[in-house]
């Protein structure tokens, strides 16, 4: 009966349990109505500002559970205060948060309840403000913002990357994406995407910066998606960085590493945020590493093995093409005498790289191998014990092939730690470099455009283009170079020389014989093949010195017109242009008699006392006969080797012109009493053809037979000069 009782019991009991349950509930939605009009009445003077608090906004996240409230404070309250109050009227629900100092709050409702939440910034009871929020029991749900997006623009596109909150990610299935350019009024276009999937907007103009924003598409759990901030997409970097200058130089204090030094220009001037240095090995090996800076400059310690290094600008969107540069391998020492490496081949597929004992400091190496023009392969080992490593060359890598050049680098890794590569950038050094070939060959090409110069009787020197290594298929010892003399093939003469020469004398040959000659290369396999065949020809005997003599002469030419030369000028000049005859030379002047001295000096002298105002006297031609007795008498016909006296010296002799004696005996009329009118300023000599016979008549009868045979030469003109009373030449005549 217990039992039963017991089981009567237990529906009541839930029942009960159920009444005070609603009965407590409405005792306090009625305690909590109350309280709601006491504090609607407390805030009656708030109101609605655009400088305060505003865009209050509930919604539920995942579950009405997870209902909260959001706002954003006023702009002129420095210390800010919220309260919040929750009315769902149907219910009679009404709920106050107080004393809230951050801009959200979580909230309890009933969810198929219309709410009302309104939220009261109270920094202070003059300056109050509100905001206030309705919404629908079918609208709690909402999606989104995403809490990430990332873009990525390339070629006129962009890519969009969104991630979503943990609550909203089971319930978002598409977002849309809308775009338009920097400060432009209106939105371009709208893309819907897949919630997992990249989402591509195409068409845009590479140069331009645009504005983006993003939402879930709405759905039963996603009733409200609102649209993200606003992103700004920066325009795409489309040029690449011009490399500058490349300097590659070796460290003062570091044997086996080099310092590159790259700088770079970038066009696109702010519109990046920096550049993005990329290094790495030729060889493939790993790691590739990223160097970013903000200048145009980097400076890397590298080994000498070969290195590509890319350089781009960047920014949060995209990066512009790169800049590449292979910085070629450098080796250390030349071909097959480098004494710091060894290379003994065992086959095509094994090979043995020896190296000093001074090394075994060094545990981690790396050897790198490669044929002339191709990509190097490498192996990296640990070796603490021997000075040697035989490398196995593996599947992956290409077998040795005969007649075909290899080089190998042995690189020292000082980190014990790991052998492998962990950056590029100053992790390893360059110990050695050498060549080796698998097998050699003979040479397939012989020399080239062979010549020959400074020809001798018995001599002559050879020039030629050396092999190109390609084509040496092994190391080149030398050259040989067959000669003989035409037509007498059968005696050849070899002359063997060093692979670094080009040129050779040929000594001991027969004077004026013709020589044909073939040049070919050598290497430990043998001789290659020969050159095509040349002629040349010694000079005769005697010949030899020809252009010794004409050099000779030319520089004795060019010596004498540098000592003589100005002589021959000043020599040349007067038998070309001939001075204005003077007349104490003049075979006129010296045939006049003496008779005819005295007056004619008598008249120049009267001229220049009078006259030395004018600064020139001329005697002019006139065709009057002139008395015999108005002449100065010349010297006789014995005095004719030599010129007067007073014509010979110098005028500086005696001041005035004339000696005081010559002037005291002159007659005294002269010239000025003759018929002679000075109309020109030149006469001819037909004056004193016409006064030589007067002249002459004064004489002795003796002087006509003289007079007859006296034949004076008519002169073009005569001319006389004076300058002043005190002139540097008193007396110039010119005839």
């Known amino acids: 009966m217990v039992g039963r009782e017991a089981q009567i019991s237990r529906p009541h009991t839930l029942i009960l349990g159920l009444i005070l349950t609603y009965h407590t509930t409405l005792t306090s939605c009625v305690q909590e109505s109350s309280a709601c009009k006491n504090l609607t009445s407390q805030y009656q003077h708030c109101r609605i500002h655009p400088a305060g608090v505003h865009d209050l906004d509930c919604f539920a996240k995942g579950s009405t559970q997870n209902m909260k409230c959001v706002w954003k404070p006023g702009k002129h309250t420095a210390q800010k205060t919220y309260t919040l109050l929750i009315q769902q009227r149907r219910r009679n629900y009404c709920k106050l948060y107080s004393n809230i100092t951050q801009g959200y709050e979580k909230i309890t409702i009933f969810s198929s309840e219309n709410l009302t939440a309104e939220i009261f910034e109270t920094s202070d009871s003059a300056n109050c403000?509100?905001?206030?929020?309705?919404?629908?029991?079918?609208?709690?749900?909402?999606?989104?913002?995403?809490?990430?997006?990332?873009?990525?623009?390339?070629?006129?596109?962009?890519?969009?990357?969104?991630?979503?909150?943990?609550?909203?990610?089971?319930?978002?299935?598409?977002?849309?994406?809308?775009?338009k350019t920097l400060n432009s009024?209106?939105?371009?276009?709208?893309?819907?995407?897949?919630?997992?999937?990249?989402?591509?907007?195409?068409?845009?103009?590479?140069?331009?910066?645009?504005?983006?924003?993003?939402?879930?598409?709405?759905?039963?759990?996603?009733?409200?998606?609102?649209?993200?901030?606003?992103?700004?997409?920066?325009?795409?970097?489309?040029?690449?960085?011009?490399?500058?200058?490349?300097?590659?130089?070796?460290?003062?204090?570091?044997?086996?590493?080099r310092l590159l030094f790259l700088s770079w220009t970038f066009s696109a001037k702010g519109a990046f945020d920096g550049y993005s240095v990329t290094v790495a090995k030729a060889s493939g090996e790993a790691p590739c590493e990223q160097i970013n800076t903000t200048k145009p400059e980097v400076r890397l310690v590298l080994s000498y093995s070969a290195f590509h290094v890319g350089i781009r600008a960047y920014n949060n969107v995209s990066r512009s093409p790169a800049v590449n540069k292979t910085i070629p391998q450098r080796r250390r020492g030349s071909g097959a005498g480098d004494t710091r490496l060894n290379v003994t081949v065992h086959s095509n597929k094994s090979f043995t790289v020896h190296w000093r004992d001074s090394l075994k400091r060094y545990v981690c190496y790396c050897v790198e191998w490669n044929k002339r023009g191709h990509k190097a392969f490498y192996k990296s080992?640990?070796?603490?014990?021997?000075?040697?490593?035989?490398?196995?060359?593996?599947?992956?890598?290409?077998?040795l092939e005969p007649y075909e050049r290899y080089t190998v680098a042995l690189h020292t890794r000082p980190d014990k730690d790991t052998c492998n590569l962990k950056r590029v950038n100053n992790s390893e050094a360059t110990y050695g470099s050498t060549r080796f070939y698998f097998m050699q060959g003979t040479p397939v090409r012989a020399p080239a455009n062979i010549s020959s110069y400074n020809m001798t009787a018995e001599s002559a020197v050879l020039e030629w283009s050396s092999i190109a290594e390609e084509d040496t298929r092994g190391f080149l010892l030398g050259y040989t170079i067959h000669y003989t003399e035409y037509g007498h093939s059968t005696t050849e003469t070899n002359v063997t020389v060093g692979p670094e020469m080009n040129h050779y004398t040929l000594d001991n040959l027969k004077s004026g014989t013709i020589y044909e000659l073939?040049?070919?290369?050598?290497?430990?396999?043998?001789?290659?093949?020969?050159?095509?065949?040349?002629?040349?020809?010694?000079?005769?005997?005697?010949?030899?010195?020809?252009?010794?003599?004409?050099?000779?002469?030319?520089?004795?030419v060019v010596v004498t017109v540098l000592l003589f030369g100005p002589t021959i000028i000043k020599r040349t000049k007067v038998v070309v242009w001939p001075s204005i005859p003077n007349p104490v030379n003049s075979n006129a002047m010296k045939q006049m008699e003496g008779t005819c001295e005295l007056e004619l000096l008598e008249s120049i002298n009267t001229?220049?006392?009078?006259?030395?105002?004018?600064?020139?006297?001329?005697?002019?031609?006139?065709?009057?006969?002139?008395?015999?007795?108005?002449?100065?008498?010349?010297?006789?016909?014995?005095?004719?080797?030599?010129?007067?006296?007073?014509?010979?010296?110098?005028?500086?002799?005696?001041?005035?012109?004339?000696?005081?004696?010559?002037?005291?005996?002159?007659?005294?009329?002269?010239?000025?009493?003759?018929?002679?009118?000075?109309?020109?300023?030149?006469?001819?000599?037909?004056?004193?053809?016409?006064?030589?016979?007067?002249?002459?008549?004064?004489?002795?009868?003796?002087?006509?037979?003289?007079?007859?045979?006296?034949?004076?030469?008519?002169?073009?003109?005569?001319?006389?000069?004076?300058?002043?009373p005190t002139m540097d030449s008193e007396l110039s005549t010119f005839l």
């Not at 079918?138 to 809490?147: F, S, V």
């Not at 990430?148 to 991630?163: I, P, Q």
């Not at 910066?209 to 409200?224: D, E, F, G, L």
């Open 607 to 724: 001229l220049k006392v009078e006259e030395w105002d004018t600064d020139s006297l001329q005697i002019i031609e006139k065709e009057t006969v002139i008395p015999a007795d108005s002449l100065p008498r010349l010297h006789s016909s014995e005095d004719e080797g030599s010129a007067p006296d007073w014509l010979q010296k110098d005028p500086e002799d005696a001041p005035g012109g004339v000696p005081p004696d010559a002037v005291s005996e002159l007659p005294q009329g002269g010239f000025q009493s003759s018929a002679f009118t000075y109309t020109s300023e030149y006469t001819t000599m037909e004056m004193f053809n016409q006064m030589m016979p007067q002249c002459v008549q004064a004489n002795t009868d003796g002087m006509e037979a003289e007079r007859s045979d006296l034949t004076v030469g008519k002169l073009d003109y005569i001319r006389q000069f004076s300058s002043s």
């Open 518 to 556: 073939q040049i070919s290369g050598f290497t430990q396999a043998g001789e290659g093949v020969r050159s095509t065949s040349y002629r040349l020809k010694t000079n005769q005997q005697g010949d030899s010195n020809s252009s010794v003599v004409s050099i000779i002469i030319i520089f004795a």
């Open 129 to 179: 403000t509100k905001a206030v929020f309705r919404g629908s029991a079918n609208k709690w749900m909402r999606c989104g913002p995403p809490y990430n997006v990332s873009f990525w623009r390339h070629a006129g596109k962009l890519d969009v990357s969104v991630s979503w909150l943990k609550d909203d990610r089971n319930f978002i299935t598409k977002y849309s994406v809308q775009y």
């Open 185 to 257: 009024q209106s939105w371009n276009k709208t893309v819907q995407c897949q919630k997992e999937k990249t989402c591509t907007v195409g068409d845009l103009n590479s140069s331009l910066v645009y504005n983006v924003q993003i939402q879930c598409v709405t759905n039963k759990k996603c009733s409200q998606c609102p649209w993200s901030q606003t992103y700004i997409v920066p325009s795409e970097l489309t040029s690449r960085p011009v490399l500058d200058l490349v300097e590659d130089s070796n460290l003062a204090s570091e044997d086996g590493r």
């Open 381 to 399: 080992f640990f070796e603490n014990e021997k000075n040697y490593k035989t490398i196995s060359i593996s599947a992956e890598h290409e077998p």
